[in-house]
């Protein structure tokens, strides 16, 4: 049985080419060349520091990969090595020899009707379901991912898709996507897996719940009216009266409510809820939530604050699909890819390279990781895919369980 190989390499070098140099000495050391392996895939991100240089970074790794997928994109900051860069010239590139696993890039666009309806360019095939999963980079000012998804769900509901929105643009054209030929201003680019290397995802939210849970009992679109008969604030504010003095502040100011996912499920544990933020109050003491909510659904009210993202995060890396390599098991048959929300980092732990370290530890220590900080984490949560925000989103590398 092959075994998979991953590497991963960081540089900070403010010149692009200094740069590419020595993240390539590092990724060498990966994979050298008495191995006898190549790589099958390479993830790059880069900070808008590097600008137009960028133009020529697909076409590099190309030359210097020429059997491997490529998917990269622009970000605020990137992640890889043992760093994550926040504020400085940043260069992440990520590489994995997948064997027994076809590896399939392809490129998206949505065009939006005047009736409001999308359509999805594009979209891959996927032949074996059971044994797919998607990587997935978009531009937040182009794309709909949310329409994307939605369409994966009722193609191929089961299939994980994760990955981040190219961030650190302020406006239409202002994010890249990288490919082997060129950059790409708009739309997504993804990558297919289908075989015996698979990606197991772990969503971190990073919240945790307060007070009990609410039946939705009146509502409409993203407008919560009632719950349990009481008008949403009401409920809001009662939930909030219980609390501990620190918890209630926090759930004032910034709110998060919990949708579950699952209608047949009465107990809710880890996981069972889709966090949503508190957009703020509406007509007839009703809460706006930034997605679509039902009559019948339940709902808890949630806080976030940075302990409670620690703990989720850690507590997921252990207990899901990032769980740690067995002993003996080397560090470089396993990698994964971290798509940090831009709101975490330095924004919201006082430790630097917080979710990094905490990626590696629930793999090992050195284990090859790579990302950026995103506009946006996609990623799935009770089996369906979502688009997320103030997530850490990861992927996880490995051969599959027999």
């Given at each position: 049985m092959t075994v998979p190989r991953f590497?991963?390499?960081?540089?900070?070098?403010?010149?692009?080419?200094?740069?590419?140099?020595?993240?390539?000495?590092?990724?060498?050391?990966?994979f050298p060349s008495d191995a006898g392996i190549r790589p099958s895939l390479l993830a790059v991100f880069a900070t808008h520091h590097?600008?137009?240089?960028?133009?020529e970074l697909g076409a590099r790794l190309h030359r210097e990969f020429p059997g491997a997928a490529l998917i990269g994109c622009t970000g605020v900051g990137v992640i890889g090595g043992r760093r994550e860069a926040e504020g400085s010239p940043g260069l992440s590139i990520w590489a994995g020899y997948l064997p027994e696993t076809e590896v399939r890039p392809f490129r998206l666009t949505s065009t939006t009707d005047a009736e409001g309806g999308t359509t999805i360019l594009g979209a891959p095939e996927i032949h074996d379901p059971e044994h797919a999963s998607v990587?997935?980079?978009?531009?937040?000012?182009?794309?709909?991912?949310?329409?994307?998804?939605?369409?994966?769900?009722?193609?191929?509901?089961?299939?994980?898709?994760?990955?981040?929105?190219?961030?650190?643009?302020?406006?239409?054209?202002?994010?890249?996507?990288?490919?082997e030929g060129e950059l790409v201003e708009d739309g997504a680019l993804g990558v297919v897996l289908e075989g015996e290397i698979g990606l197991s995802s772990v969503v971190s939210q990073g919240c945790r719940p307060v007070g009990e849970p609410w039946v939705v009992t009146q509502c409409e679109r993203n407008l919560v009216q009632k719950l349990g008969g009481k008008s949403a604030v009401e409920a809001f504010l009662e939930t909030a009266s219980k609390l501990p003095e620190e918890e209630s502040d926090l759930l004032k100011s910034a709110p998060f409510v919990g949708l579950a996912i699952d209608p047949n499920?009465?107990?809710?544990?880890?996981?069972?809820?889709?966090?949503?933020?508190?957009?703020?109050?509406?007509?007839?003491?009703?809460?706006?939530?930034?997605?679509?909510?039902?009559?019948?659904?339940?709902?808890?009210?949630?806080?976030?604050?940075?302990?409670?993202?620690?703990?989720?995060?850690?507590?997921?890396?252990?207990s899901q699909g990032g769980g740690r390599l067995a002993e003996g098991e080397p560090s470089s048959s396993a990698g994964a890819l971290l798509f940090s929300c831009n709101g975490r980092?330095?924004?919201?732990?006082?430790?630097?390279?917080?979710?990094?370290?905490?990626?590696?530890?629930?793999?090992?220590?050195?284990?090859?990781?790579a990302g950026f900080f995103a506009a946006g984490e996609i990623g799935p949560v009770g089996g369906r895919n979502f688009l997320h925000g103030f997530t850490a989103s990861v992927a996880v590398f490995r051969r599959r369980s027999s």
């Open positions: 590497a991963g390499a960081l540089s900070t070098q403010a010149h692009t080419e200094t740069a590419v140099e020595e993240a390539l000495e590092q990724i060498a050391r990966g590097h600008g137009p240089a960028l133009e990587l997935l980079l978009c531009d937040p000012f182009s794309f709909r991912t949310d329409a994307f998804l939605a369409q994966m769900q009722e193609t191929h509901p089961g299939v994980p898709v994760v990955g981040g929105m190219a961030s650190g643009g302020t406006g239409p054209g202002q994010n890249f996507l990288i490919t499920k009465s107990k809710f544990e880890r996981g069972d809820f889709l966090v949503r933020q508190i957009l703020g109050q509406g007509p007839d003491n009703s809460l706006g939530v930034n997605d679509l909510v039902r009559r019948g659904q339940t709902i808890q009210f949630l806080v976030r604050d940075a302990d409670s993202a620690s703990e989720d995060l850690k507590l997921l890396m252990e980092g330095s924004n919201m732990f006082s430790v630097p390279d917080h979710d990094l370290t905490c990626v590696r530890e629930g793999l090992a220590p050195d284990a090859p990781v």
